[in-house]
């Protein structure tokens, strides 16, 4: 009945959902007191099912030596059937009970991953309304960026002919003191720079 129950639970669990059906269930699950009682009790009787499954594991290793000890000696063939109802008995009761502390924990893991995958959803949810809501002061940011890009453009272009009329100036200079200088050794002139 344990493992039925749980079984159809974790169907329930893992079931495609809408969104909002889904949160409102889980919220009900996780804050409501009686669900709580529930699952404390639940937790009992998954402590008496390990105590079964433990009682349920040793009897299946004594009836697999009894059944060795059978097959090593020649017994009658009552006792043979007798073993092996009884081992067949006590390798359904281990899977049983195995299968439902199991599924308990798979269980348990499962809700909690839902209950996150809930929470996130909700937090995304927030961040894109936060985001849907600044786009409009982001459409502004971008004009404004663009406005500064072009600024910078044009400030970088002067920067450019500034460099590059100093370039001219420094040419120029050297030039006409290669040909001042020329001109003084053609006419035979000596230039003073400092009383000039």
């Known amino acids: 009945m344990l493992l039925a129950a749980e079984m159809g639970t974790f169907c329930l669990l893992v079931a495609p959902l ?37 009682d349920a594991l040793q009897r299946m290793f004594k009836i697999t030596a009894e059944s060795e000890l059978v ?5 009658h063939s009552d006792v043979r059937t007798e073993t092996n109802v009884a081992a067949r008995n006590a390798q359904r009761n281990t899977y ?8 308990s924990l798979v269980l348990t893991r499962t809700f909690y991953i839902i209950l996150d995958l809930i929470h996130t959803q909700e937090e995304y949810a927030k961040l894109k ?12 940011s971008a004009k404004e960026i663009e406005a500064l890009k072009k600024q910078l453009a044009e400030e970088q272009s002067k920067d450019r002919d500034f460099a590059t009329l ?5 040419q120029q200079a050297a030039e006409f003191d290669r040909l001042a200088t020329k001109y003084n050794e053609a006419t035979g002139s000596v230039s003073d720079k400092r009383a000039d």
């Open 18 to 54: 809408p969104f909002t059906l889904r949160k409102k269930v889980f919220r009900f699950l996780s804050e409501s007191p009686i669900v709580a009682k529930v699952a404390y009790a639940l937790k009992i009787s998954f402590i008496f099912v390990a105590i079964l499954f433990a």
């Open 71 to 75: 097959r090593s000696g020649q017994q």
């Open 96 to 103: 049983l009970t195995g299968f439902t502390l199991f599924l």
């Open 129 to 140: 309304k936060a985001t849907s809501g600044t786009s409009g002061k982001s459409e502004n």
């Open 166 to 170: 100093k370039k001219q100036s420094a």
